[in-house]
Each structure stands twice: as C-alpha cells, then as structure tokens.
C-alpha cells in the first residue's frame, strides 16, 4: 500500500484528479447557467430549481 502511496504522490495522480474534479464543477455551473438564460423569463421556478439555487449559493 506504501509503495502505491508513494507512487500516487511522484506521478501527481492526485494533482491530476483534483484538476479534473476542478474543471468538471466549472462545466456543470456553466451548464446550470446557460440552461436558465434559455428559459422564458415567465418561467416560474420549481422547488428543485430553489434548491439547486441554495445548493449553488445563488439568491
């Protein structure tokens, strides 16, 4: 297990995957945004649409 640590640490694995995780939040809030500049400004939000407006700390 050491050795696996070890190797982890020298390729930066962890480096790799922490960007990664990085960049895919940035592609779902970018989404989140264009798919609710798309809809009607009539739209009347849904109780999902306030909770991921909580959840992504929009007001």
Known sequence: MDALLEL????GVADAVADF??????VALLFIQLSLQARPRRYAATSHDLWLFRTIGLR
């Open 21 to 26: 995780g990085k960049h895919l939040v940035e």
């Open 8 to 11: 982890v640490e020298v390729t």
